[in-house]
């Protein structure tokens, strides 16, 4: 039987002396619950520009990366999350955390908390408390900024800058992973208290967070891919970060993701995906 790391409970940042604890998720939380609601989660994509947004304002909705920004603009009444799983994010948009982030429900990885350490200490220091820790399954330390230094970090969590393969996990029950598909192997988890696979798009680990915090269902609205090399609603042609989704799709993200419609569809959980850009890329939703 294999031995799977344990991944620490807690992270901890010192930021101006002051030692700064966050927690990392676990679904058992009573305050992680959706309660069987129905979930939206928004992405980045140019088709966010004509969402109907005053039709999904009461919805339990989780954004990710720069769609925070569209609560600048509208009310939404139930906010369930926001993820950031990339430290580029936080060094190449600074602004959008500053502006827009207020003590939402904070879920991301312990890179790009490093980077918000330095980045962003203060939001740390006031909303710490409404943040957690998620942790990529086959390399826990996650996507790492292109810079920040990180030595002394990873040299104390040599063991959580390790990529395993996700064949290690095959027998986890937290996972379901696919060994078969040609190009790599491709995954979701269960329950992301125990980690969450990544398929090189951050709206995967927001879907896989939704599914852990106990939704009714899950609706994807501005996952695009196609026209992945067009700004992000969010952007301009002049401060458009690159994207990497191209390179990608077709090889991780549409594999992953009709993985997990198909698994979370077995669980009881339809996954939608509403972007008119996209729809027809995927199989089972």
């Known amino acids: 039987m294999a031995l799977y790391l344990r991944l620490p409970a807690t992270a901890r940042f010192n930021i101006d002396n002051e030692l700064i604890i ?6 058992n939380e009573p305050e992680q619950s959706l309660h069987g609601k129905d979930v939206n989660i928004i992405a980045s994509g140019p088709s966010i520009q004509q969402l109907p947004l005053a039709e999904l304002l009461d919805t339990p909705t989780i954004f990710v990366n720069g769609s925070i920004s569209l609560i600048g603009q509208h009310q939404f009444t139930d906010i369930a999350g926001y993820v950031i ?3 580029r994010f936080i060094n190449h948009q600074p602004d959008i955390l500053q502006q827009y982030y207020t003590g939402q429900p904070l879920y ?6 490093e980077a918000m350490a330095t980045t962003h200490p203060d939001i740390m220091q006031t909303y710490h408390h409404a943040m957690r820790v998620l ?13 920040l ?11 959580l800058n390790k990529k395993m393969p996700l064949s290690y996990f095959i027998n986890n029950p937290n996972f379901i992973i696919d060994s078969d598909h040609k190009a790599a192997d491709i995954g979701v988890s269960l329950n992301i208290t125990h980690g969450f696979v990544e398929a090189g798009t951050v ?3 927001a879907a896989q967070l939704a599914f852990s915090r106990q939704a ?23 401060n458009s970060a690159p994207s990497m989704l191209s390179k990608v799709m077709n090889e991780r993200i549409i594999p992953s993701f009709n993985l997990l419609g198909r698994i979370y569809q077995s669980h009881g959980v339809p996954v939608v995906n509403h972007s008119p850009i996209s729809k027809s890329l995927f199989d089972t939703f």
């Open 216 to 238: 009714a269902s899950i609706h994807l609205y501005g996952i695009d891919l196609l026209n992945s090399k067009q700004p992000r609603f969010y952007e301009n042609k002049n």
């Open 22 to 27: 966050i927690n990392a998720f676990n679904a």
């Open 85 to 87: 799983s990339d430290a």
């Open 149 to 159: 230094s990180f030595n002394k970090l990873i040299f104390k969590k040599k063991l």
């Open 108 to 113: 991301a990885t312990l890179a790009v908390f």
């Open 135 to 147: 942790y990529p399954v086959d390399r826990p330390w996650g996507v790492k900024s292109n810079k």
């Open 203 to 205: 709206a995967y680990v």
